[in-house]
């Protein structure tokens, strides 16, 4: 019996695999290991497909550090802040969207945590998303307080977004304006908020696949279920602008190995989607089973009737559960 078959039947009996199986998994040829997890998914998760779009309700002006972003100031082609957006205007689009399949919308602003009017705005903006539908609300804001994410929650948020982003072993390397640590407290005061957590990271930063696979470990000994796939797009003025932008086969092989790990989460391809030639067939056959639809923050992303046809493609189901 294969490597590949070994693991995939502890999996499939219940079983969990240890940091030694994926990193001897890892090792496995792209192709079978994505076939296998593939079965894995359609073994958890069914055919089930999970739609989300998200809004830049505030972009630029970034105190973090973070290399891969554009929104920091610390960049040459830091972005300068445009302060919380009007929802007013977005509101038909979110209609739209849930009507044509996409069953949750995030809001995503840049910036460490929010101010007390900040927060106000964002409230208010989300209750007058559910007045006009019942799409499912994500929120993405970074470490704000249990107080304050309770608030979110009665306000009709459903789930928080919280990126891990990469090892805690790699996570310096990354960001020194924030910790690690920081970014696990913020997730455990939403699941104590009662919120969800969608909480991922991103990949081609000059991490290992060690770091990939500590990750996947650390996410699921934090019970995550929606799990954002983010493919580094290499942006001018930040440290990583010359960074070597990742190939397929390495990003079908992080899908397979998340997959392994987490057989019964929403594995969501998100950004830099566009940058790999047939990623949808090859990612969603790899066991992804979720995705970020429309443009992402910085950079432009696949619209929703192309994710929309594509799903029915592959022989996926759109998740149209309406709360």
């Given at each position: ?26 090792k ?47 960049y ?41 009017d ?18 499912s ?17 009665e306000a ?19 960001c020194?304006?924030?910790?690690y ?27 290992t ?6 990750m ?103 998740d149209?559960?309406?709360?």
């Amino acid at each position: 019996m294969s490597v590949i078959d070994q693991m995939q039947e502890k999996v499939l009996s219940g079983g969990e695999l240890t940091r030694e199986d994926a990193l001897s998994l890892s090792k496995e040829n792209h192709a079978p290991l994505a076939v296998a997890a593939n079965e894995i998914r359609e073994h958890f998760c069914g055919k089930s497909f999970d739609l989300c779009m998200i809004l830049n309700a505030k972009s630029g002006g970034c105190s973090e550090d973070c290399i891969y972003c554009a929104q920091s100031v610390h960049y040459s082609q830091g972005t300068s802040s445009s302060g919380i957006k009007d929802i007013t205007p977005h509101l038909f689009r979110i209609a739209e969207n849930y009507s044509l399949g996409a069953n949750r919308c995030g809001f995503v602003t840049a910036g460490k945590t929010l101010s007390g009017d900040e927060l106000e705005t964002l409230l208010t903006n989300y209750r007058s998303v559910q007045k006009i539908c019942k799409i499912s609300l994500c929120a993405s804001h970074g470490l704000l307080a249990g107080s304050d994410l309770r608030r979110l929650r009665e306000a009709g948020v459903t789930r928080y977004h919280a990126n891990l982003e990469t090892s805690r072993n790699y996570f310096p390397k990354i960001c020194t304006t924030h910790s690690y640590d920081d970014k696990i407290a913020v997730i455990k005061a939403a699941q104590e908020a009662g919120l969800e957590v969608c909480s991922g990271g991103i990949f081609g930063i000059g991490e290992t696949v060690t770091d990939r696979i500590d990750m996947a470990l650390e996410l699921r000994g934090l019970g995550i279920k929606s799990v954002p796939i983010n493919i580094l797009h290499p942006i001018p003025g930040t440290p990583l602008e010359n960074a070597k932008p990742l190939g397929l086969f390495d990003a079908r092989k992080i899908v397979s190995l998340y997959r392994f790990l987490l057989p019964d989460a929403k594995i969501r391809i998100a950004g830099g989607r566009g940058l790999l030639p047939n990623a949808d067939s090859e990612l969603f056959t790899a066991g992804a089973n979720a995705a970020i639809s429309g443009d992402m923050l910085t950079t432009a992303g696949v619209c929703l009737l192309e994710d929309v046809k594509m799903i029915a493609e592959l022989g996926f189901t759109a998740d149209c559960v309406r709360i």
